[in-house]
């Protein structure tokens, strides 16, 4: 059982930075993976970035690479995730996920690859 509160949402101007935040509750292991994802109105929800709970694995999707990072404080049990020189493409409902029982590989890409989520957080990106 795990509760994740996302924030950090807001207009930005298009090459300016922003950075979400996710604290996370309840019980995490070792295997937890936690994951942004985002939905933009009309489109279905895309994978953003992950970071495992433990260790120094990052992932990111295409789209982002270069302009976002993942990070986590685990003494405060909260993910960030820092967005720099976002694009007005990067407008987007931006949602915190988990999945508790991550063991590896790329299982962590895809929207049903998560079993919880936060509420999202609106981020809008201004050209």
């Known amino acids: 059982q795990v509760q994740l509160v996302e924030s950090g949402g807001g207009l930005v101007q298009a090459g300016g930075s922003l950075r979400l935040s996710c604290v996370a509750s309840?019980?995490?292991?070792?295997?937890?993976?936690m994951g942004w994802l985002r939905q933009a109105p009309g489109k279905e929800r895309e994978f953003v970035a992950a970071?495992?709970?433990?260790?120094?694995?990052?992932y990111y999707a295409d789209s982002v690479k270069g302009r976002f990072t993942i990070s986590r404080d685990n003494a405060k049990n909260t993910v960030y995730l820092q967005m720099n020189s976002v694009k007005p493409e990067d407008t987007a409902v931006y949602y915190c996920?988990?999945?508790?029982?991550?063991?590896?590989?790329?299982?962590?890409?895809?929207?049903?690859?998560?079993?919880?989520w936060g509420q999202g957080t609106q981020v809008t990106v201004s050209s």
């Open positions: 996920a988990a999945d508790v029982y991550y063991s590896g590989g790329y299982y962590y890409s895809r929207e049903n690859d998560y079993d919880y």
């Open positions: 309840g019980r995490t292991f070792s295997s937890t993976i």
């Open positions: 970071i495992r709970w433990t260790g120094s694995n990052t």
